[in-house]
């Protein structure tokens, strides 16, 4: 027997060597959920995300803890996904310390650095009444995750999570672990939480407890952010649950604050509430006006005392109404920051509303002042919008002009009367970027000199201009420039930093676009400069260029007060979006009318285009038309010269029927076209008959075609006198031609002599 026949055992390997069937049983990790859950846990942290591996209990596993750290960054929603999928197999839970840390390793509550999120655990007791107690008080989260494990009573365990606007560090981040502890406290949760290093299940991973494996899955999710001074009051007032942690006591609703201001409340407690209640409502009401700079100081507590004296029977003493309001205050700063309290100058009274005569605005001869831009671009106290689609080029521009109004020197014909002093608050491009992009910016080095201490720019900002976020800039630009007062305050843009008020409307609502600009950009403009001016850059929407070109500013997006409160307006639009030039739309307020200026940025450099008769747009496009068309009349007027030659004639119909989709001429339309074009300019002319020839008159209006020395057949022409070959076939002559005016049929006067219509007319 040969060896080829003996098959070898391998006492090594057994025959079960297939590989083993997915369990259609199993439960996998959801990568989508765990990638959710990491954009709000983690999506504004930096630093790295300590991972913990749990073998769940009740499976008769054993295995020690697996830890990992992952970095916060664009690639941990796919690290993580990776780990659930190893637990999943060795039956062990994924948990993270909802924060992140500076190094490999470290894991205990004082190496939290960052945290962005809130989370209360509900692991007992009636979870379905806390969760509706939460969200009554707190507002909905923005996730509800379904951790896996059930209550004895039967209910699924809950946690809940409220994303931050951004991370809380250093006293943020201990006030952050405290309001975790109260909530818990309030509702019965899991108080370990009061602890920065307390582990959480990841949604999206495998809950294994017991033998039972379920998916630890996300029940809701929204898009929704919290300021952490705002949750802070919320926990505050939210009462505790009724026979639930720390207090069981009934909890009473607070009044609503128009009621309020209208009832008037005795002592003795025979009201719906005391007058402590009633005067610490309305204190507290006119006190967040005062800080959101709605009203002066002087205002809000004159309506604090017209409150005491017409509604508490009977009325506080006034050292007690001063000590409570006092009290409120330090706490309302406490918990929201820096107020940015609205000037009294800044609001004069409607008794000093100044007026002028005629003849006093006649008289009076003094000088104007100064433009902060010219001329007229952007004067005192003005406000100048930029519009622009995206990526259409405006923050570029923008960049550029404010590099040469911070230099002092002229943009685009726009011109400053010095170097002025610019605060740049941007909430679009990030950091790093920032900085790539002003060190690509391709100015003169003399330009960027002068500039560099003019100039103060923001990173991207995750915030609002809201009451707290004013006071945070108002206190940056005097940081900024202390000793001198502001020229121009530039917000970019304003959808990102947008506020619309205590109703919270967007942009596109008049009254909160109206809000934004008079209780917030300008209240900050007055405490920085009431004399400075401001640029706001928005966006543009979606208009078909017709609507464009017949009126730019009505593409400016959002609710049509911003263009009825701007001094300048300017948008910046692409007539053609193969090409690089833009428009750049000018509107006045406040001088008379610029003319629109053609710009594009050439060699690094923006450039403004000196209008002419050259094309402006899509010139190597227009030049390949233009050669194209030039190309069809050559291939027409030859094809009718060798066809004569041919002996065949054609009227312009005959021939675009002959010639369609030939010689790439198009069809019979285009033809008719191409030669209608040719006869006007005199290229093309016509002979009524050639009965000489056996052809005879036509019924065309014109007849048949004739080109420049065009001759029909070979027969050669010979002298009678030396029998010399003179040429060959019969010359061809016109008897007509198209007027270039009016279109008809005219006489030739002169067969002989080839006219053309410019010729004609000399």
């Known amino acids: 027997m040969s060896d080829d026949n003996i098959i070898h055992f391998n006492p090594w390997r057994d025959f079960n060597d297939a590989a083993p069937l997915d ?128 209550s004895p009573e039967g209910a699924t365990k809950l946690h809940v999570w409220w994303k931050l606007t951004e991370p809380a560090e250093g006293l943020d981040l201990d006030r952050l672990c405290q309001l975790r502890g109260e909530i818990a406290l309030k509702v019965g949760g899991d108080t370990h939480f009061r602890s920065a290093h307390q582990p959480i299940r990841v949604p999206g991973t495998v809950y294994h407890k017991g033998g039972l494996t379920r998916l630890v899955q996300i029940r809701e999710a929204t898009e929704l952010e919290v300021d952490l001074a705002e949750m802070a009051e919320r926990i505050s007032d939210m009462p505790p649950m009724p026979g639930v942690g720390m207090a069981t006591a009934e909890p009473r609703e607070k009044p609503a604050i128009d009621d309020v201001l209208a009832t008037p409340v005795h002592e003795g407690g025979t009201d719906d509430w005391s007058r402590f209640e009633g005067a610490s409502a309305a204190i507290g009401y006119f006190l967040r006006l005062v800080h959101e700079g709605r009203i002066s100081m002087d205002e809000g507590w004159a309506a604090i005392c017209g409150y005491n004296a017409a509604m508490l029977r009977p009325s506080w003493p006034l050292d007690r109404l001063k000590r409570e309001t006092n009290r409120l205050w330090e706490l309302h700063i406490k918990r929201h920051g820096p107020p940015l309290v609205r000037l009294d100058s800044a609001s004069p009274a409607q008794m000093d509303l100044p007026t002028f005569t005629l003849g006093a605005l006649l008289d009076d001869a003094s000088p104007m002042p100064d433009d902060i831009i010219g001329p007229r671009v952007l004067t005192p106290g003005g406000l100048l919008v930029l519009g622009g689609a995206p990526k259409v080029g405006k923050s570029d521009l923008l960049i550029a002009l404010l590099v040469h109004m911070a230099a002092g020197a002229p943009f685009l014909g726009f011109t400053p009367p010095r170097p002025l002093r610019i605060f740049y608050l941007q909430a679009e491009i990030q950091y790093h970027y920032l900085r790539e992009r002003m060190q690509q910016i391709g100015l003169p080095p003399e330009l960027i000199a002068a500039a560099r201490d003019n100039l103060i720019v923001t990173p991207k900002l995750r915030m609002l201009l809201d009451a707290e976020g004013s006071a945070r800039v108002a206190e940056a630009i005097r940081a900024a420039f202390p000793d001198d007062p502001l020229d121009i305050l530039c917000i970019d843009p304003i959808r990102n930093l947008f506020d619309g008020g205590p109703d919270g409307d967007g942009e596109n609502d008049n009254a909160a676009m109206m809000f934004f600009l008079k209780d917030r950009v300008e209240v900050l403009r007055d405490h920085v400069n009431p004399d400075c001016g401001v640029i706001l850059v928005h966006h543009t929407k979606k208009l078909s260029k017709h609507e464009v070109k017949e009126d730019p500013f009505l593409a400016l997006s959002g609710a049509s007060a911003l263009r009825s409160f701007y001094t300048t307006g300017l948008i910046l639009y692409r007539p053609d979006e193969e090409a690089s030039e833009r428009r750049l739309e000018i509107e006045l307020r406040n001088g008379p009318a610029l003319p629109a200026k053609v710009v594009d940025k050439l060699n690094g450099t923006w450039t403004e285009l000196t209008p002419s008769s050259e094309r402006l747009v899509r010139k190597d496009l227009g030049a390949r038309h233009d050669a194209e068309r030039d190309r069809k009349n050559l291939v027409v007027l030859g094809l009718i010269f060798d066809e004569a030659a041919e002996g065949r004639l054609y009227t312009a119909t005959q021939f675009a029927e002959a010639f369609e989709n030939q010689h790439d001429l198009g069809g019979r339309y285009s033809i008719r076209e191409r030669l209608a074009v040719l006869a006007t300019k005199g290229q093309i002319k016509f002979r009524r008959n050639f009965a000489e020839h056996g052809f005879p008159g036509t019924q065309s209006h014109f007849g048949y075609l004739v080109v420049r020395d065009m001759r029909f057949g070979r027969d050669p022409v010979i002298d009678a006198e030396t029998g010399e070959v003179l040429d060959e076939g019969v010359a061809v002559l016109p008897t007509h031609y198209k007027c270039p005016h009016s279109g008809r049929a005219r006489e030739v006067e002169n067969p002989s002599v080839w006219v053309y219509p410019e010729e004609a007319h000399d």
């Open 23 to 150: 369990d259609p049983f199993a439960v996998e990790p959801y990568a989508d959920q765990i990638a959710c859950f990491v954009d709000v846990v983690f999506g504004y942290s930096e630093g790295l995300i300590p991972v913990r591996g749990f073998v769940d209990k009740g499976q008769g596993k054993d295995g020690r803890p697996h830890n990992i750290w992952i970095d916060a960054d664009a690639t941990a929603p796919e690290k993580l996904t990776t780990f659930a999928g190893w637990a999943a197999r060795e039956g062990a839970a994924v948990y993270v310390i909802p924060g992140t840390v500076a190094e490999t390793g470290q894991a205990r509550a004082a190496d939290v650095l960052q945290m962005q999120s809130l989370v209360v655990d509900l692991d007992s007791g009636d979870i379905p009444a806390k969760l509706d107690h939460l969200l009554h008080h707190l507002g909905r989260p923005t996730l509800i995750v379904e951790s896996g494990g059930r």
